[in-house]
């Protein structure tokens, strides 16, 4: 048995026992029929808890995580290509430097797709959408977003609902061990590609 089926038979577990014991408890406190009797009635209150709880309890969970990983301050990073394609989790630290340095204006969808990858969301006919963050609680919060609009084939404009105000400008050592770190990254993907175009010529 996985850990995730038992997790979830023993959390259905917990519930269904405190819904019965709840019900049984607000039947004695009405004094609606004898003990015998109460442990068939509170049956019906319990089916009907069961569901209440779980929805409850499925939506608190979430809404704490949401705030939980919301509750920090994000860094503000410069736009790169490789770690904005590579590491995905890094796209909301980029967001306002694609914005405000005007990257993607008068560019072609083609050209967007090109530099920002091809994992985004039609939103409508003339506007896409690329996730900023690894994990979205629809239901919870709306997931923040880089939403590109177009006109007449080319962009228009860029925005997002990630508000600049959690944007914090940490001191310049850590802004460039970010990009320190990633243009390594880069390089040696680069030196990788390199090996293996040089092995491939010489088979």
């Not at 089916?47 to 704490?64: A, M």
Request: hydrophobic content about 40%; aromatic content about 14%.
């Amino acid at each position: 048995m996985s850990f995730y089926l038992f997790s979830g038979i023993f959390i259905l577990g917990v519930v269904v026992f405190i819904s019965y014991s709840f019900s049984k408890w607000v039947l004695k406190k009405l004094k609606i029929s004898n003990k015998k009797n109460r442990k068939y009635i509170a049956v019906l209150p319990t089916i009907v808890l069961i569901p209440i709880i779980l929805i409850i309890g499925i939506y608190s969970f979430f809404l704490f995580i949401d705030l939980f990983e919301n509750s920090g301050s994000y860094t503000y990073a410069s736009f790169n290509e490789y770690a904005w394609n590579k590491y995905p989790s890094r796209r909301i630290d980029m967001v306002h430097d694609i914005i405000e340095s005007k990257l993607l204006k008068g560019k072609t969808k083609s050209e967007v797709v090109e530099i920002l990858g091809s994992d985004y969301r039609r939103y409508d006919e003339n506007t896409i959408i690329y996730n900023l963050e690894k994990y979205t609680w629809y239901f919870v919060n709306a997931p923040k977003v880089l939403k590109i609009h177009f006109w007449s084939g080319r962009v228009m404009k860029a925005e997002t609902n990630h508000k600049s105000n959690k944007v914090t400008i940490p001191d310049t050592e850590a802004i460039d061990e970010l990009n320190i770190v990633t243009e390594c990254e880069v390089v040696q993907h680069e030196q990788e590609e390199i090996s293996t175009g040089i092995e491939v010529f010489t088979k």
